[in-house]
């Protein structure tokens, strides 16, 4: 946000329950100069009233720290809000019907982007061929990329852009990397503008304070990733941090990123067949894409290292993570291990994990920065990682419960547009993970989306709702508080009054997911419900 705007008004919200470490039975809270300056007792805030700014009566409504979302692809999660989704289509017979009516109500677009299609989800199993795809534009430029975004589809129009030749199949690796340059490089700035301010606004109403925007030169071009950092700074909305993936430090450094890293690929994903595996997948004779291997990961944590930069790759295949690890193990020999530690380096992801990676996780201070809601979406004994790796290998992924219980930092993320925006959907995917072993509580999974994002930033201060902390935090609609987690024993404990324990909303499958009134940045309102 512009340093010219507002100052941030002085604020006392009472009525209500906050959830804060501070004081577990707060409900009450004082906003000044930005940061969170008292917390407490309902008693206790008629002394601040007569001194504030503004009162807001909570009227019961609960007070959070806001969401961070640690893994985003703004302008993408934006086009596919304002544009072409698919990931609804039942069908490849409905996905296609969806085309045509996109095609038919966009007659100027220069070229037709849509996301979202998932092949593995429907009767049949096959994605729309060329020739189909054809037919439901009218032979017009489309770019269809599947769910995961490491695959697509495209017609004949497009591919005729590109020096690739007529090719079939969804395409992957560089060809699906060219054909998605082209697509992008037909968005006007304009547009690119509009998605931005899209996906933005829709963060903002879901209790979203801050994204980590993951972008690259294989993802979306600079001139995108910077604008997007001068978007957020000029206009109120959620904080963006930015990370840029290539293996060039200065780059990095000139664009304005935090860190080369984010979807620094050392591999691809499950959904394409191209994830990089130590066995081959069930249902192909191979073991996917290896595209870094151990040398290249310790050449560029050293560079990053000594730079004084976060590196970070985006590793999804147990052999993937392998290289990562080994990578970092070379790196920490070289440099030494206190600074591989102390850079925070981070791993996106990072789903097909073994006791021996985890433990050096935590040995080499990787942050793992997941997104719960694949699981929600491809776990399970008949869903996609069942269907690409087998039941067994399946069960193993994304084990939170592991990853915690050795003391890796968590961050969560959606991975927008692969998942939607939508954090108590994602803190109750962790929580009902669909293996159980791998269940964390709903306290552990919150606080993974929350004080989690801020960490792997290097802040230890923000996410938390404590005196002195940054006032990034949302206003909620929801019924009665509650402590769940795995271990029933944890449960009826932390419920005690004597725990002291603040609670949480019930995140239960089916339970209606809390509705956001408010969303508040740096004590700047960025997002009210309209009608409160």
């Known amino acids: 946000m512009s340093e010219s705007s507002p100052a941030p008004k002085t604020v006392l919200l009472r009525r209500g329950e906050v959830h804060s470490p501070a004081d577990p039975f707060a409900t009450a809270m004082v906003v000044e100069r930005g940061q969170v300056a008292w917390v407490g007792s309902e008693g206790a805030a008629d002394a601040f009233s007569d001194g504030v700014d503004e009162v807001v009566d909570l009227d019961g409504a609960l007070v959070t720290p806001a969401f961070t979302d640690a893994h985003v692809h703004t302008t993408s999660t934006g086009l596919a809000l304002t544009g072409l989704d698919l990931s609804d289509a039942p069908s490849l ?228 993570v392998t290289a990562v690890v080994e990578g970092a193990r070379a790196a920490a020999e070289k440099v030494g291990l206190a600074r591989v530690r102390a850079a925070r380096h981070r791993v996106e992801h990072a789903e097909m994990l073994t006791p021996e990676t985890i433990a050096a996780f935590a040995d080499l201070g990787l942050t793992a920065s997941v997104q719960p809601a694949f699981d929600a979406l491809w776990g399970g004994e008949d869903g996609m990682y069942a269907q690409r790796l087998g039941v067994e290998r399946a069960r193993a992924l994304n084990p939170f419960a592991a990853l915690l219980k050795a003391g890796v930092p968590l961050a969560f993320g959606s991975d927008s547009p692969v998942t939607p925006l939508d954090p108590w959907g994602t803190v109750r995917a962790a929580a009902f993970h669909r293996t159980p072993e791998h269940r964390v509580s709903v306290r552990a999974a919150f606080t993974a989306h929350t004080r989690g994002g801020w960490r792997a930033i290097g802040r230890d201060d923000a996410g938390v709702l404590v005196p002195g902390a940054p006032a990034d935090y949302a206003v909620w609609r929801t019924d009665e508080l509650v402590v769940q987690a795995p271990d029933d024993r944890v449960a009826r404990w932390s419920t005690d009054p004597r725990s002291g324990t603040p609670g949480l909303p019930d995140l239960s499958p089916g339970a209606d997911l809390p509705v956001c009134l408010r969303t508040v940045v740096g004590g700047r309102t960025v997002f009210v419900r309209p009608g409160e």
């Open 93 to 320: 017979e409905a996905a296609l019907a969806l085309v045509r009516d996109f095609a038919g109500a966009r007659p100027d677009d220069r070229v037709l982007l849509g996301h979202g299609w998932d092949a593995a989800r429907w009767p049949g199993g096959r994605p729309p061929t060329r020739a189909e795809l054809d037919e439901a534009t009218g032979g017009r430029p489309l770019y269809l990329s599947r769910i995961d975004v490491h695959s697509a589809v495209v017609t004949t129009a497009l591919l005729d852009l590109t020096s690739l030749g007529r090719l079939d199949g969804p395409l992957t690796a560089d060809a699906h990397h060219a054909v998605r340059a082209t697509a992008l490089a037909a968005i006007t700035p304009a547009q690119r503008v509009e998605a931005q301010r899209t996906a933005l606004a829709r963060a903002a109403s879901l209790g979203i304070g801050s994204v980590h925007e993951c972008a690259g030169p294989e993802i979306s071009s600079e001139d995108d990733f910077t604008g997007l950092l001068r978007l957020a700074e000029e206009e109120a909305g959620p904080r963006v941090v930015g990370y840029w993936a290539e293996q060039d430090v200065e780059k990095a450094r000139e664009l304005g990123a935090l860190g080369a890293a984010g979807d620094l690929f050392v591999d691809g994903a499950l959904g394409s067949h191209t994830a990089c595996l130590h066995r081959p997948y069930t249902d192909a004779g191979h073991t996917g894409t290896a595209y870094l291997d151990a040398a290249a990961v310790a050449a560029h944590l050293v560079a990053c290292t000594e730079a004084g930069l976060q590196a970070g790759f985006h590793a999804i295949g147990d052999a993937a």
